[in-house]
T-cell receptor, first 111, second 110 residues
Framework: TQLLEQSPQFLSIQEGENLTVYCNSS?????LQWYRQEPGEGPVLLVT?????EVKKLKRLTFQFGDARKDSSLHITAAQPGDTGLYLC???????????FGTGTRLKVLA | DVKVTQSSRYLVKRTGEKVFLECVQD?????MFWYRQDPGLGLRLIYF???????EKGDIPEGYSVSREKKERFSLILESASTNQTSMYLC?????????FGSGTRLTVV
C-alpha cells in the first residue's frame, strides 16, 4: 500500500508567522494535490501539481512538487486565522485518477 | 454553483441494519469515489467508479458495496452495519485531476 506521510501532524502558530508543511512518499506520483478541510465539511481542492520541480502560488500559499515527484511542500507566508484547518496532500500514480491521501496537518493560527 | 450532494449530514443506525448513503453530482463527471475519514488514519478509499454500472474496489471494501445506475449518482451500501463502521463518509467526483467533495455524512452505528 502506498503511503503519504505528512509533517508536522499539528501546528499552532501566531498570526503573521510563516510555516511549511511537508508531504513525503517512497512512491512516484503523476500528480499531487493539496486540500484544506474545515470542521464538518469536505476537503476543498487548493492546487494540483503535475511536473517535477513545479512551483505554484495561490496568494500567500506556495506549493512545490519535488524534482523526483515523490514529495511536496506547502508554505504559508504571514499566516492568518482564516488559514486554520486540516491540510491534506493526495497523490495519484500514472494512469489513474485515484488518489491516496496523507493523514493531514492540523493548523491553528491564533489571532 | 457545481456541487456534490450527500443525502444526510448525520445518521445513527443500529448494528446489523442495511445502510444506504447517497451521493449526487451535477457536474457530468465520469469518476466518483467513496472515502471514509477517521482520526489518525486519514481518508481511505472504499470504492470508486469510472463509468455508469462500473465499480472497482478501493483499499478497504470489506463490508461495503456500491451502486452506480446513473452517471450522476453513486450509492454506498453497508450490508450489515457494525460499530467499526462508525466514521465520516465522504463522496467525491472528478473529470480528470481534482476532486470535488461533498460535505460528508457522519455515521454512528450503535
Amino acid at each position: 500500500t502506498q503511503l503519504l506521510e505528512q509533517s508536522p501532524q499539528f501546528l499552532s502558530i501566531q498570526e503573521g508567522e510563516n510555516l511549511t508543511v511537508y508531504c513525503n512518499s517512497s512512491s512516484v506520483f503523476s500528480s499531487l494535490q493539496w486540500y484544506r478541510q474545515e470542521p464538518g465539511e469536505g476537503p476543498v481542492l487548493l492546487v494540483t501539481v503535475v511536473t517535477g520541480g513545479e512551483v505554484k502560488k495561490l496568494k500567500r500559499l506556495t506549493f512545490q512538487f519535488g524534482d523526483a515527484r515523490k514529495d511536496s511542500s506547502l508554505h504559508i507566508t504571514a499566516a492568518q486565522p482564516g488559514d486554520t484547518g486540516l491540510y491534506l496532500c493526495a497523490g495519484a500514480t500514472s494512469g489513474t485518477y485515484k488518489y491516496i491521501f496523507g493523514t493531514g496537518t492540523r493548523l491553528k493560527v491564533l489571532a | 454553483d457545481v456541487k456534490v450532494t450527500q443525502s444526510s449530514r448525520y445518521l445513527v443506525k443500529r448494528t446489523g441494519e442495511k445502510v444506504f448513503l447517497e451521493c449526487v453530482q451535477d457536474m457530468d463527471h465520469e469518476n466518483m469515489f467513496w472515502y471514509r475519514q477517521d482520526p489518525g488514519l486519514g481518508l481511505r478509499l472504499i470504492y470508486f467508479s469510472y463509468d455508469v454500472k462500473m465499480k472497482e474496489k478501493g483499499d478497504i471494501p470489506e463490508g461495503y458495496s456500491v451502486s452506480r445506475e446513473k452517471k450522476e449518482r453513486f450509492s454506498l451500501i453497508l450490508e450489515s452495519a457494525s460499530t467499526n463502521q462508525t466514521s465520516m463518509y465522504l463522496c467525491a467526483s472528478s473529470k480528470t485531476y481534482g476532486y470535488t467533495f461533498g460535505s460528508g455524512t457522519r455515521l454512528t452505528v450503535v
